[in-house]
């Protein structure tokens, strides 16, 4: 559930107000973009990352975008403060107001952000995964935008979870895996680490760039690469990735038999942790 306060543009306030109207397009069609972020010691964990990611997928969907990066964080530390919430899983979104038959009249702005907090999720020491095939279309032009209209992923999210899975794997139309409706995923072979690229129609997940470009683990290698499920039988590990996961070990997969043999998870999570306490630890310096 979320905490009280909501900022909604420039402003924080109280939840229960009516701040938002129906004749906002982006409310009725899901015509907007959104980001998950960590709040970690309150500070907002690799924003400039979110900010970057968001800016790209609000011009392919031309949804119209804030102009000043600096302004956005300061307000959404303001709704950290607000909630007293210095470790917590922060949301934002873009919506967009404007186009179309069934824009509302009065609208002022062309967007509203919306941001939200909300406690940390205690996601367990593993995950178990189902498969859904042809779900998601590499070769759309939209593949890997993080939108608004996210109600494929919840449904598949929801039905894992009935069939007594905590996720799924999504293969796209190659029967390539391409990530999992809120995560990406990554098998180890030896000391190598491989994860599906852009192109099979996977997120451009926070995390995942993290541990491609900056994480370092002595002898461990990440690299990027079409994953089949056979290659994930044959893995040594499989584990997955997002901003309120860090990375978590997967235990079992519909249909496959895995392994989870050696250390490289465990390796790569401590290198990341350690990535994600220096980070904020010069942002928390810089500020006193």
């Not at 499989?238 to 860090?246: A, D, E, K, Q, Y």
Request: hydrophobic residues 45%; glycine residues 8%.
């Amino acid at each position: 559930m979320i905490h009280r306060f909501i900022l909604h543009n420039d402003r924080v306030c109280d939840s229960s107000e009516p701040v938002l109207r129906p004749g906002q397009l982006g409310l009725l069609a899901g015509w907007g973009i959104f980001s998950t972020i960590r709040v970690a010691d309150g500070v907002l964990f690799a924003f400039h990352r979110h900010w970057a990611r968001m800016k790209r997928d609000a011009e392919l969907m031309r949804i119209p975008f804030p102009t000043d990066p600096a302004r956005l964080e300061t307000d959404l530390l303001k709704l950290v403060e607000a909630n007293g919430r210095p470790n917590a899983t922060l949301r934002v979104a873009i919506v967009r107001n404007r186009g179309g038959l069934w824009e509302g009249p009065g609208n002022t702005r062309d967007y509203d952000l919306i941001a939200l907090t909300a406690d940390i999720n205690a996601w367990g020491s593993a995950v178990r995964l189902g498969v859904v095939p042809q779900a998601r279309h590499a070769e759309n032009v939209f593949a890997g935008t993080k939108v608004l209209s996210w109600a494929q992923n919840l449904t598949w999210y929801e039905q894992a979870h009935d069939q007594g899975f905590d996720e799924v794997v999504l293969l796209n139309e190659r029967d390539e895996i391409a990530e999992c409706t809120s995560a990406n995923i990554f098998a180890v072979n030896g000391s190598h680490v491989i994860t599906p690229p852009l192109s099979s129609g996977c997120l451009a997940g926070v995390t995942r760039a993290l541990l491609l470009e900056e994480v370092t683990a002595p002898g461990i290698s990440v690299g990027e690469g079409t994953l089949r499920l056979g290659d994930l039988e044959n893995a040594d590990q499989v584990f997955i990735t997002s901003t309120t996961r860090g990375l978590l070990p997967v235990s079992f997969i519909d249909g496959l038999s895995i392994r989870n043999q050696g250390g490289v998870s465990a390796k790569l999570n401590a290198a990341f942790e350690s990535y994600v306490q220096r980070y904020v630890a010069e942002r928390v310096v810089k500020t006193a």
